[in-house]
């Protein structure tokens, strides 16, 4: 018997493989993707071994604290950096090949990293948002982060480098010195400027999710791609997908809180399972 892929979990194994292809064969399938997609390109995950422990930033301190804003641009913007360099993976690149074939309806990602869509996804929901954007919490604007970067890195040219911190799945980093950060404002408004991403705190935009969830409705199978499924957004779509009855495969190291709703569960990482999934679809 081949084995698909090691880990501290135990042997993928033909089998258990096949069982997934039998779950998903003949169906076509929307995948719901989480941190665990995006780790071999250099993103950690949030719960994954050796992940660091971190306390996110809420909307409320974001909002209501001068510091906590400084605090949070000065790390998103070395973060980002960072983040901006990475690079679509197998895992990326295999759902675009499932998506090419007709086989996927779309991505809903957890991620704010745009992998997907610069591996070339084409229907791609952003759950959590994208930091790429930036908007006004005042008047609405709009701006390319490439924009706000060139700002900060103006107003702060004594900021350490990227190289210098570590990055979270977020974009966010920690930053030691940040009483003299000069902290982006709107040049339209003056307002208070955010990656245009969900902070803790905050809701999933209604039409976003509910996006996500036509698109689940649409499809004949889920495949949930390196998600813990512990943020309530991720498993409400289990649930959806269970409710009808579609098949659900789950790829991810570690439990989800999905496994009890699962068809298959496949304790592997992403990459290799979804790159075994697109060649067996395109034989």
């Known amino acids: 018997m081949t084995v698909l892929a090691e880990n501290s979990f135990g042997p993928i194994t033909d089998d258990l493989f096949e069982e997934a ?46 510091r906590a804003r400084k605090r949070y641009w000065a790390g998103s913007h070395l973060g980002w950096q960072r983040f901006h360099a990475a690079q679509p993976n197998r895992g990326h690149r295999a759902l675009v090949d499932l998506e090419s074939s007709g086989i996927l309806t779309g991505v809903i990602t957890q991620n704010v990293d745009g992998l997907h869509t610069r591996a070339g996804s084409r229907r791609v929901v952003p759950l959590h948002g994208s930091m790429d954007r930036v908007v006004c919490l005042n008047c609405g604007q709009v701006f390319a982060r490439e924009d706000i970067s060139a700002a900060i890195d103006a107003a702060n040219p004594w900021l350490e480098t990227p190289d210098a911190v570590v990055t979270a799945p977020d974009g966010d980093a920690e930053v030691a010195q940040i009483d003299d950060f000069v902290v982006p404002a709107c040049t339209v408004c003056g307002g208070i400027l955010k990656p245009d991403v969900v902070f803790f705190g905050e809701l999933v935009p209604t039409e976003r999710f509910a996006e996500a969830t036509r698109l689940v409705d649409a499809s004949e199978a889920l495949l949930v791609a390196g998600s813990s499924l512990a943020v309530n957004s991720g498993i409400r779509l289990v649930e959806a997908a269970r409710r009808r009855r579609l098949p659900i495969v789950v790829i991810n190291r570690g439990g989800t809180k999905g496994d009890s709703r699962a068809t298959v569960k496949l304790e592997a990482g992403t990459s290799q399972a979804l790159s075994a999934l697109a060649d067996r679809f395109a034989a």
């Open 21 to 66: 292809i039998v779950a998903l064969s003949g169906r076509t399938i929307v995948a719901l993707t989480g941190a665990g997609i995006s780790t071999d390109s250099g993103i950690p995950d949030y719960r994954g071994e050796g992940a660091p422990r971190r306390t996110p930033m809420t909307i409320q301190q974001f909002v209501g604290e001068e």
